[in-house]
């Protein structure tokens, strides 16, 4: 008999991409799809859905229960460049959420949890080349220290009470198929659309930032692959580093001029410059390869020619 998996913020940029994709693997009635908010047309059309604030314990319950759910993906978060807005309301999404499925886990109505956490845990004291996966950790950002503290309580939980919690730290996302949530890598997905519609881009990065960036289908693939992986094979119940490229705007300015030779990129840098400066130029992800045979597909030759082919 297949598992039933509830997705938590599926209508998100990952969310979205990760539903399809398990729906595909698992079957359209096993996964179900759950947000704040109504998704786009593909994914309302391919299976179940259910009106959900993360925030809720018992809403997540009722659903929990009614669909017999074994296993829960949270991908509902603030991200990083809203949460400097909004502070508090950040970190009661972000923090709140994840009591809601650790608990749940904890007595034991489901079995399984994946949680994402993200490169963003750094700070700018962490060592800038080739991101160790134990380091110094000391976030600058609302979002930071939300995932910062994630990643500590989902070790606890696991420790404490042996909840099957499992998390990788996500780079900067790319992807053609669902626009970015309010990250400070969202550049890095709006220079493609405006490449093809105004052959212009204004970064808000500056020349130089160079940061940890994956496309989308790499990291639908890590995501479903340490969920899938063996439990024994896990020695890392926080978050697992994940790499696959780095770069910084003007590298993905000149892969974009190879294909569109008169793009041009001009560069005016607003406050997420600081939220980019205190985060690492590249990951050592090396724990998650050895431990569960990670290894990602697309470098930003091929990202660049799969988002140019499929926007266009």
């Known amino acids: ?15 979205t991409e990760l539903t399809l994709a398990l729906r595909e693997k698992y079957g359209n009635d096993h996964v179900i799809a ?6 786009g047309e593909s994914l309302m059309a391919s299976g179940p859905f259910e009106s959900l604030d993360a925030t809720q314990y018992s809403a997540i319950e009722d659903v929990v229960m009614h669909y017999e759910i074994e296993e829960v993906y949270l991908m ?48 700018p004291n962490t060592p800038k080349e080739n991101t160790s996966q134990n380091t110094i950790m000391e976030p600058s950002t609302v979002y930071g220290i939300s995932k910062q503290s994630g990643e500590r309580w989902c070790e606890y939980y696991f420790k404490k009470y042996g909840v099957d919690v499992r998390s990788v730290r996500y780079p900067g996302l790319i992807s053609w198929k669902t626009l970015p949530g309010g990250g400070t890598t969202d550049y890095a997905v709006e220079i493609y659309h405006e490449a093809i519609k105004n052959k212009r881009y204004t970064s808000f990065l500056q020349k130089g930032t160079k940061l940890p960036m994956m496309f989308m289908e790499d990291a639908i693939k890590a995501t479903m692959a340490i969920m ?3 439990t024994e094979h896990l020695n890392i119940r926080s978050s697992y580093n994940l790499a696959a ?21 001009d560069y005016e840098p607003d406050f997420r410059q600081e939220i980019a ?18 290894e990602p597909s697309f470098d930003l030759k091929n990202t660049t020619k799969e988002m140019l082919t499929n926007l266009n």
Do not use: H, Y
């Open 228 to 230: 899938e992986a063996p």
């Open 1 to 15: 008999m297949a598992k039933n998996i509830l997705i938590i913020g599926a209508c998100g940029q990952i969310g």
């Open 277 to 294: 400066d205190s985060w690492p130029s590249s990951i050592d992800d090396s724990q998650a390869r050895k431990d569960w045979g990670w």
């Open 34 to 39: 759950s947000d704040i908010r109504e998704g």
């Open 245 to 265: 490229m780095s770069f910084a705007p003007e590298e993905i300015a000149s892969s974009i001029t190879a294909e569109i030779p008169d793009f041009i990129i």
């Open 76 to 123: 509902a978060a603030m991200l990083s460049a809203t949460a400097e807005k909004f502070p508090m309301r950040a970190w009661n999404l972000n923090m709140n959420s994840l009591f809601n499925v650790l608990n749940l886990a904890k007595e034991g109505k489901i079995s399984k949890v994946f949680w994402p956490s993200s490169i963003a845990v750094f700070g």
